[in-house]
């Protein structure tokens, strides 16, 4: 199907392109070489964004959007379907980033000629929802039970998933690497707070979960600063009661702990890291789109999809395995640990060959 622009020289053009994405701030990082090559390819085109509130300061630096929207947390069907159809005026693409039939139906709301998204191929009410809300849409092979069943099928990075959105719309350049820029404050916030090469531990939920456990936390950073290294623990709103009690708990002087921080203070202060110890979280992408190394310990159950799906792109990395109760906890600790000096030595010789 040819859009309402047509053809120019052979190739589809599009005056204005609305791409959505309305889920997770690692899902929108990895969005960033979709949209770069979209842009790339009509560079001609007016191209606009619309996120959510919270996810916004990943595009707010973007030099591949002319303009970035957000959906108001809590806006009425009714409110939000008028939102996007005003949005998408004269749009002749629009396009769903993400594999959800909500920001299907944002794009269906839109009335725009062309509507395009992907789907996951086993996800079937989805299926259904992508073949009436859109106009075209992709199928993706990741399913966490094929991954497990036929370990010799490879699951293709969620990057290239999205970025299998460009060749369906038409494009033909692509662009491979995150994109993800903080401002001259907060880099400046970040260098001022964080020793150079120091090693980050971004804190979340699963960290705490039973498989591993707040006494287990405790003991990786302590371990961490035993080996007299810089560490830096970072947490947000989400886990602060626990990083509280687990300051005052842990024995590991000069460590530097910081709390929560807006979206793009946090992504410098990873950047600013020489490695990034992290779980299966936003942060992974998030410090993989700063440059930074990152050691991530993924869940055990569907380990298999996820180390493939969601493994850091494009930057040294090692992938851990979660185990499956607290037990294993102490084996993991000395694997991160190893894991953590091996990266930070790999980039400290990087850079002096470098130099």
């Not at 030099?63 to 806006?75: E, K, S, Y």
């Not at 849409?137 to 990057?159: I, K, M, T, W, Y």
């Not at 498989?211 to 287990?216: I, P, R, S």
Request: charged share 20%.
């Amino acid at each position: 199907m040819i859009s309402s622009s047509g053809l120019q020289n052979g190739v589809v053009s599009y005056r204005r392109i609305l791409l959505i994405r309305t889920d997770r701030v690692g899902d929108l990082v990895l969005s960033t070489p979709a949209i770069a090559s979209f842009r790339r390819s009509w560079p001609q085109a007016r191209i606009e964004a619309l996120v959510t509130p919270y996810t916004e300061p990943i595009l707010r630096y973007s030099p591949d959007v002319d303009a970035v929207h957000v959906l108001a947390p809590g806006m009425r069907r009714q409110q939000a379907r008028a939102f996007v159809r005003r949005l998408a005026t004269d749009a002749d693409l629009v396009v769903a980033l993400a594999p959800r039939t909500a920001d299907y139906r944002l794009a269906a709301w839109t009335r725009a000629p062309r509507r395009i998204g992907y789907v996951y191929q086993r996800r079937y009410g989805s299926r259904l929802a992508a073949r009436f809300l859109l106009s075209e849409h992709g199928l993706s092979s990741a399913d966490p039970q094929l991954a497990e069943r036929f370990p010799q099928h490879a699951v293709p990075h969620e990057v290239e998933q999205v970025l299998a959105l460009v060749p369906l719309a038409g494009g033909h350049v692509r662009r491979e690497e995150l994109v993800l820029q903080v401002g001259d404050e907060e880099a400046a916030l970040a260098g001022a707070r964080i020793p150079p090469g120091a090693i980050g531990l971004n804190l979340s939920p699963r960290w705490f979960a039973s498989n591993f456990g707040f006494d287990a936390v405790k003991s990786l950073i302590e371990r961490l600063a035993a080996d007299r290294r810089d560490v830096v623990v970072i947490h947000g709103n989400d886990v602060a009661e626990t990083a509280a009690r687990l300051g005052g708990a842990v024995c590991a002087p000069g460590s530097v702990w910081l709390g929560a921080m807006p979206l793009l203070e946090w992504a410098a202060a990873l950047g600013r890291c020489g490695v990034v110890l992290t779980v299966d979280s936003g942060a992974t992408h998030v410090a993989a789109a700063m440059g930074a190394p990152v050691v991530v310990v993924f869940e055990d159950k569907y380990f298999r999809l996820s180390s493939q799906e969601w493994a850091p792109w494009r930057v040294p990395h090692v992938m851990l395995r979660k185990p499956r109760t607290a037990a294993g906890a102490q084996a993991l600790i000395e694997h991160i640990c190893a894991a953590a000096v091996s990266l930070c030595a790999a980039g400290t010789a990087a850079a002096t060959g470098a130099g």
